[in-house]
Each structure stands twice: as structure tokens, then as C-alpha cells.
């Protein structure tokens, strides 16, 4: 669980994720799961923000069973599918979860 304050702090980034969320009809558990991600590994670059909350929402949707392919969150997200998959795996262990071994 993520402080308040957190959320505060990067509140504009969570709000983009709802974006690129509602654009992919995802579930709230989804969401959710892509939000608390993405605050468990905040990037300082803004630069690097975007592609660490479109790994996220990928992520996010695996967790959930509310897969989306890199593909199509890259397009949502408006980023390379390189920078998901780059990403995705190192989120999922950043917050003690164990990513599939396809």
C-alpha cells in the first residue's frame, strides 16, 4: 500500500494511467494493481516516467487476468513495445511478485 502522500506526489501520473486504462477497458483491479506498480518504483526522470507506467499497466493486466498484449499498451501508452518489455519483469520483482516464465 502506497501513503497518501505518494498518490499526492505523482497524482498527474496516475491520472494518465486512467487514461490509457479507460482507452484499453480495463478492469479496476487491473488499475489498480498498474497503480500500485507504479508507485512501488517511481522513476526520478520524467523522461523515463512514461514507459515505467506503461510496463505497469502491462503488468497490471497480467496480474489481474486482464491480459493486453506489450503491442497494444505500447500504442495506448504512446511508447516503443521495447520500453514494456524492457520494464515489465523488473516491476513485477520490485514488488515481491514472481513473473511468468514463458
Request: proline share 3%; charged share 30%.
Amino acid at each position: 500500500m502506497h501513503s497518501a502522500r505518494d498518490r499526492v506526489e505523482h497524482e498527474a501520473w496516475l491520472e494518465e494511467l486512467e487514461l490509457i486504462a479507460d482507452r484499453l477497458d480495463l478492469s479496476s483491479e487491473a488499475r489498480s494493481y498498474a497503480g500500485d506498480l507504479f508507485l512501488t518504483d517511481v522513476p526520478e526522470s520524467d523522461r523515463s516516467k512514461r514507459a515505467v507506467l506503461a510496463a505497469s499497466i502491462y503488468a497490471g493486466s497480467l496480474v489481474a487476468g486482464d491480459g493486453r498484449t506489450q503491442g497494444t499498451v505500447a500504442d495506448a501508452a504512446d511508447v516503443s513495445r521495447l520500453s514494456i518489455q524492457q520494464r515489465w519483469k523488473d516491476l513485477l520483482e520490485t514488488a515481491g511478485l514472481e513473473p511468468p516464465r514463458w
